[in-house]
Nanobody
Framework: QVQLVESGGGLVQPGGSLRLSCAAS????????MGWYRQAPGKQRELVATITTRGITNYADSVKGRFTTSRDNAKDPVYLQMNSLKPEDTAVYSC???????????????WGKGTLVTVSS
C-alpha cells in the first residue's frame, strides 16, 4: 500500500506562483512513476505532469513552460512548481503513484485526496 498526501494549494492571483507537494509513505520501493492530475469544476480529470523514478518528466501542453515537477529521490516528496498561473488553472490537484507490476508491486494506482488551487483576482 502507498499513501499520498498533497499540500500547498490555496488562492493566488493570476500571474502568481504556487508549489504543491505530494508526500508518499508505505511501500515506496514499489512505485514506478508519480503524477499530478487536476479536475476543474464540471470538467473531467486531466493529466498535468508525470515523473518517473529516473526523473523523466512529461507535461500537458497547457502547462508546458509554466509548471515543473520534480523529486530528489524515492523517499522525498514530489513537487509541482506552478508559475504564471491563469484562472483556467483553477482545479483540485491530485497526486497519483503508479505501482510496479508483480512481483515488485501490485500494478495498482494510488491517489491522494487532492488540494484546491484557485487562481483569481
Amino acid at each position: 500500500q502507498v499513501q499520498l498526501v498533497e499540500s500547498g494549494g490555496g488562492l493566488v492571483q493570476p500571474g502568481g506562483s504556487l508549489r504543491l507537494s505530494c508526500a508518499a509513505s508505505g511501500r515506496l520501493f514499489s512505485i514506478n512513476a508519480m503524477g499530478w492530475y487536476r479536475q476543474a469544476p464540471g470538467k473531467q480529470r486531466e493529466l498535468v505532469a508525470t515523473i518517473t523514478t529516473r526523473g523523466i518528466t512529461n507535461y500537458a501542453d497547457s502547462v508546458k513552460g509554466r509548471f515543473t515537477t520534480s523529486r530528489d529521490n524515492a523517499k522525498d516528496p514530489v513537487y509541482l512548481q506552478m508559475n504564471s498561473l491563469k484562472p483556467e488553472d483553477t482545479a483540485v490537484y491530485s497526486c497519483r503513484a503508479d505501482s510496479l507490476p508483480p512481483p515488485l508491486g501490485n500494478g495498482m494506482a494510488y491517489w491522494g485526496k487532492g488540494t484546491l488551487v484557485t487562481v483569481s483576482s
